[in-house]
């Protein structure tokens, strides 16, 4: 019998770590927020994908060790499979998550909106927007943690289309 978390306090825990690191340990420093954000990800990653993998054989290419990322590892964590894989077969994977569970959740603060909307020297990225992509350094951060430890060196970023759907592009260090 495997031990599980309740999803709810999965997605508490995410809120409030995001919340404190951005607004309490690094309120000025939104790139020193996400670069811990992202390295906790990356142990959460590498500690479930030696769970996940321990009863396999080592994977005999990137595309299979990312085909378990899509189906199992995706199925473990979030509860369905990534819905779409592409690759450009040099090292580049770019995986489209239509319902991204944890920004299926996601509340917008009125005031950044509002803020937003009176303020037109706001940059192209809105305050609203940045707020949300910092609850993906996280999930990018476990991607790159399972991949390190099936011994795939890789860097992963995210890029949110129209929520809640989202995209992670992991590109595979020569």
Known sequence: MGREVSESCVDSLLTEMVSTYCN???????ELAARRIEAIGYQVGHQLSERYTMERPRFSDHLEAIKFICKDFWSEV?????DNLKTNHRGTFVL????????????IDPSLESAESQD??????????????MHLYFPCGIIR?????????CAVSADISNLPACSFVVRIKA
């Open 120 to 133: 037109s020297s706001t940059p192209a990225e809105s305050k609203a927007a940045q707020a949300s992509s």
């Open 96 to 107: 489209q998550d239509n319902r991204f569970r944890w920004l299926s959740r996601i509340s």
């Open 78 to 82: 979030f509860k369905k499979q990534i």
């Open 24 to 30: 309490r340990f690094y309120a000025n420093k939104p």
């Open 145 to 153: 943690g399972a991949l390190s430890n099936l011994g795939i060196p």
